[in-house]
């Protein structure tokens, strides 16, 4: 069955460091990955998506993810942090019923 | 467009009592989806719809949950009669099929129940 693992429930960097957050799958089939971002008290966001082009995608405000099979992980990073990055990150696949399947989150601190 | 729009965003209430959570999709999606966060689950899916069909409702707590789409721009999650352990926030996600859900998230509703 396809799950996803997010190391980490919290993290936290400096403003201007960098960002990673860390996400594993398990999957039968070339899986469809996705990152999500939630801010304070909002619904989730996609961030960015794999569907099996491109291993290095690109998302909105200067995030990417890298597939990457040989280590089945899909981590999410910034280059430079920013004060508004600050919310809570959830990495996802595609289950075999199709229905998105959601790690439990990674909820990141910006230190100024 | 405006999104996803949902109310209330903000519910308390006694147990036992009737609560009603409304959802209204962005318009030209054919899927909605109704999910629950909580601390302690994450992020569950209770039930999704498929040009206003009810397709899957496994994760539907229990018979006290039930769920609803009369037309395409309007969903109700009603739960009744409520307790405590329903505490959650409970967002309804738009969608449409590229090969994969691409969902739109409104802002969901909390619910307390005292």
């Known amino acids: 069955a396809q799950s996803v693992t997010q190391l980490g429930s919290h993290v936290s960097v400096s403003e201007g460091a960098l960002v990673l957050l860390r996400c594993n799958y398990s999957?039968?089939?070339?899986?469809?990955l996705f990152w999500y971002v939630q801010y304070p008290n909002q619904g989730l966001q996609l961030l960015l998506k794999y569907t099996s082009a491109a291993t290095l995608v690109k998302g909105i405000n200067g995030f990417e993810a890298e597939f990457k099979k040989s280590e089945t992980s899909f981590h999410l990073t910034k280059p430079s942090a920013h004060m508004s990055d600050a919310a809570e990150y959830f990495c996802a696949v595609k289950g075999r019923d199709d229905k998105i399947i959601f790690g439990k989150g990674t909820r990141l601190h910006i230190l100024p | 467009d405006a999104g996803v729009i949902q109310s209330p965003r903000h519910e308390v209430t006694e147990m036992g009592q009737e609560v009603t959570l409304r959802c209204k999709p962005i318009s030209g999606h054919d899927y909605l989806f109704w999910y629950r966060q909580t601390m302690m689950r994450g992020l569950e899916l209770l039930i999704y719809?498929?040009?206003?069909?009810?397709?899957?409702d496994s994760g539907m707590p229990e018979d006290r949950f039930s769920a609803k789409m009369p037309n395409a721009s309007f969903s109700t999650l009603k739960i009744q009669p409520s307790e405590p352990r329903d505490s959650a926030v409970y967002f309804c996600?738009?969608?449409?099929?590229?090969?994969?859900?691409?969902?739109?998230f409104g802002p969901g509703t909390r619910l307390t129940v005292t």
């Open positions: 719809f498929n040009n206003n069909v009810p397709i899957d």
């Open positions: 999957s039968s089939v070339p899986p469809y």
């Open positions: 996600a738009s969608s449409v099929w590229r090969g994969y859900y691409e969902q739109y």
